[in-house]
């Protein structure tokens, strides 16, 4: 926030922000999810803020955050090749280990 301004008015606030060509704006949401290559980061009970500002929009998430790990598919073939289960059982052997391939093998083995 900027100094000196503890004490001004939420509304003034957003006043003050849109002289500087700041919007911003509350979004509703029960959860946000943010896909990576590796798996997902899932903030459960958000609070979002839009953020427009010369034209570029940008986003402020906080919340009750966790990460899911995925799972690849060269993890699933190699657990197949060294226990010789099906895709959907290494999957979900995968799945419950958090992605850790021993400990996948030596569950199915």
């Known amino acids: 926030m900027l100094p000196g301004l503890g004490g001004v008015s939420p509304k003034r606030m957003q006043s003050m922000l849109?002289?500087?060509?700041?919007?911003?704006?509350?979004?509703?949401?029960?959860?946000?999810?943010?896909?990576?290559?590796?798996?997902k980061i899932v903030i459960e009970n958000p609070s979002?803020?839009?953020i427009?500002?010369?034209?570029?929009?940008s986003f402020q998430v906080v919340g009750e955050v966790r990460e899911e790990k995925g799972v690849s598919e060269e993890d699933i073939k190699l657990v197949q090749e060294k226990t010789g289960v099906s895709e959907e059982?290494?999957?979900?052997?995968?799945?419950?280990?958090?992605?850790?391939?021993?400990e996948a093998i030596l569950e199915l083995s």
């Open 89 to 102: 059982s290494a999957r979900k052997a995968l799945e419950k280990t958090g992605g850790d391939i021993a």
């Open 18 to 39: 849109k002289q500087l060509g700041i919007e911003q704006e509350e979004i509703e949401a029960k959860r946000v999810i943010i896909e990576k290559a590796d798996g």
């Open 52 to 57: 427009t500002m010369q034209g570029q929009e």
């Open 48 to 50: 979002v803020q839009r």
